[in-house]
């Protein structure tokens, strides 16, 4: 039997997106009537198309057994993406043997938010999610293919291309991972190194060696951040084959699922026997699907944008009390860093996605009857791939978690809630994460010290300033202001303050990443300070609340609001490092609440 709160939630989701998505899904059925172009282009556009296709040529422009567009994130200075390099001729050579042909229809960008941290280039990470739609929808604008596969993995790049499938939403639509990297140094260890650095008493020498003993070979970073988060996304809203997410890369296994996802393609299309165009795909039940799965696994703040904005694509409204909402009913059932001490490949051999989703259906607290890529039902998604003769079959994946520190069943979770928080006062409106703070840490009531950025933050702390409980306030950090960057940096110096025993609290209107967790951090504020925010008129001393229990957010003070606003000098966020590309963006961006978009 479903749950009451997930079919409520599902319900209202379904109501407030009534008439934008009907009007979605007849554009798309239209779309889809006119069929691609390829048939109809001149003798000349057709050339054009084809004069690249070396020995699929002729099968072009005189079969019809279906053209993929491969849209690729390949680069090969980030390792999440580097194992893409191998995946087109792979997909060609898939799409040949079943009389199909595919193309490289075009390639996005691909930045990461490990290496930008802290630096001028991570202000353009969360507007990279837009333009990664941009260019996807140019790679498909020339509308010759019958179907499309995405090749993506990390923060803002699985987004980017979701929106990007749902703009054209009449395809149907696989992703196809390159999955983690295999396990280096624990991500425990390499923690306990960064904190021991932010208080000097490790060397950069020793820094460097153990990040690059975490960060070792090609594939994602094996913590559960926004990357592996987003793999899971893809799994429990049913744009993964079944158990496709954490296969490691450049494996057999890897590259059979690999070719069986390019040639599902092929039969989901309309020229094929199972045509299942994305738009039926993504519809209300899998995004509160995909919320759930968030937060039964811990995953990363990010996605409270980012499925908003991904939802919004196909004309469904989410709002962060329906994250709210499901959080409370779905039990934390896994621990995987930073949330506890295993990575994802401990987690898929403790059973991974298949497990936990067999587990939340028993529940009651996911929608059985959705359609996946593999088919109808996502019942389809507790079966395991394996390799039989150089190809997959599916397998019943296990009914038992095969190591419980990492992996819970629905009636012993790690917590009765899924640790994602809608936090509402006159402050704001915010959401925290507190499936890795500890409960005792769950209120801090203490004085604010507020800072521009967080390099100020960190000079306090180098100059011995944080000495009593306190509420970090860095504001002037949201999306009109900046980019609205990620502020993982200060990750270690509040964890040491807190480790000195003092009540640590973080409130801003930019972002943490998904590697973040053990500090109360009420984050993505809005209205943002720029947008005269009751976070602009704070001031060092004023008494804060941050209380996930209750979900309030409040300014304990007196009189803050009848202050007048704060301003920041803001003319170093214009120029440098490709800021100035990006000022349309911070012109015309949407708050956080409504996804962060400027498209």
């Known amino acids: 039997m479903l749950n009451d709160t997930l079919a409520r939630v599902t ?9 934008g998505r009907q009007a979605y899904l007849d554009r798309m059925r239209r779309a889809a009537e006119d069929g691609p172009a390829r048939a109809h282009l001149s003798c000349s556009g057709q050339a054009h198309a084809y004069a690249g296709a070396g020995p699929d040529q002729d099968a072009l422009a005189t079969k019809s057994a279906g053209n993929i567009g491969i849209i690729t994130t390949y680069n090969d ?7 893409f390099e191998r995946f087109p001729e792979i997909i060609r050579d898939a799409a040949r043997a079943v009389g199909g042909t595919a193309q490289v229809a075009g390639g996005v960008p691909a930045m990461c938010d490990g290496v930008t941290q802290g630096t001028p280039g991570m202000e353009l990470s969360l507007f990279s999610r837009d333009v990664i739609a941009m260019a996807a929808g140019v790679g498909l604008s020339h509308n010759t293919f019958d179907a499309a596969v995405f ?3 990390c923060d803002k790049i699985v987004p980017g291309l979701v929106i990007a499938a749902q703009a054209f939403g009449h395809l149907p639509a696989i992703f196809l991972p390159a999955g983690p990297m295999t396990s280096g140094i624990s991500n425990d260890e390499k923690a306990v190194v960064r904190q021991r650095f932010a208080s000097g008493e490790a060397t950069r020498e020793e820094l460097m060696a153990s990040e690059m003993a975490a960060y070792h070979g090609p594939g994602t970073c094996t913590f559960y951040g926004t990357a592996n988060t987003n793999q899971m996304l893809m799994e429990f809203m049913g744009l993964h084959l079944p158990g496709a997410s954490f296969v490691n890369p450049n494996t057999p296994l890897r590259d059979a699922l690999t070719v069986t996802g390019t040639q599902r393609a092929l039969a989901i299309s309309h020229l094929g026997n199972s045509y299942t165009p994305v738009c039926d795909v993504l519809d209300e039940k899998a995004y509160v699907n995909g919320i759930v799965g968030l937060n039964a696994t811990g995953g990363s703040t990010n996605l409270l944008i980012h499925l908003v904005a991904m939802a919004r694509a196909g004309g469904i409204i989410l709002d962060w009390q329906d994250f709210s909402d499901l959080a409370d009913v779905t039990p934390l059932l896994a621990r995987v860093y930073p949330n506890g001490l295993a990575d994802v490949n401990h987690f898929h051999a403790a059973g991974g996605l298949g497990y936990m989703i067999g587990q939340l259906m028993s529940g009651g607290l996911l929608h059985k009857d959705v359609k996946t890529v593999a ?8 079966q395991d791939p394996k390799l039989k003769d ?19 069943p629905m009636g012993d979770p790690f917590q009765p809630t899924g640790g994602l928080k809608r936090l509402t006062g006159s402050l704001g409106n915010a959401v925290t994460k507190v499936s890795a703070v500890k409960p005792e840490q769950h209120v801090v009531e203490a004085p604010a010290r507020v800072f521009h950025d967080q390099e100020a933050v960190k000079l306090a702390y180098k100059n011995g300033e944080f000495d009593e409980d306190v509420v970090v ?21 509040l964890a040491n303050l807190q480790a000195r025993g003092l009540q640590v609290a973080l409130v801003t209107d930019g972002r943490m990443s998904g590697a973040s967790g053990k500090v109360l951090s009420a984050i993505h504020v809005c209205p943002e300070a720029l947008d005269g925010g009751p976070i602009a008129r704070l001031q060092d001393g004023d008494v804060i609340r941050v209380d996930a229990r209750d979900g309030r957010l409040e300014i304990v003070t007196p009189g803050v609001m009848d202050r007048a606003l ?14 100035d590309l990006f000022a349309a963006f911070r012109k015309n961006v949407g708050a956080a609440d409504t996804g ?4």
């Open 596 to 599: 962060a978009s400027s498209i």
């Open 11 to 19: 319900d209202r989701i379904i109501a407030r997106s009534a008439p």
């Open 473 to 493: 306030v860095v504001r002037f950090q949201g999306p009109k202001a900046n980019g609205m960057p990620e502020l993982h940096s200060l990750t270690p110096v």
């Open 77 to 83: 200075m980030l390792s999440a993406h580097q194992p």
């Open 375 to 382: 088919g109808e039902g996502l019942e389809r998604y507790t």
């Open 390 to 408: 150089g190809a997959v079959e599916w397998v019943a994946g296990p009914t038992e978690t095969l190591n419980d520190k990492i992996l819970r």
């Open 566 to 579: 704060a301003t920041a000098d803001l003319s170093g966020n214009e120029h440098g490092q490709g800021r």
């Open 151 to 153: 090749l993506g993995v």
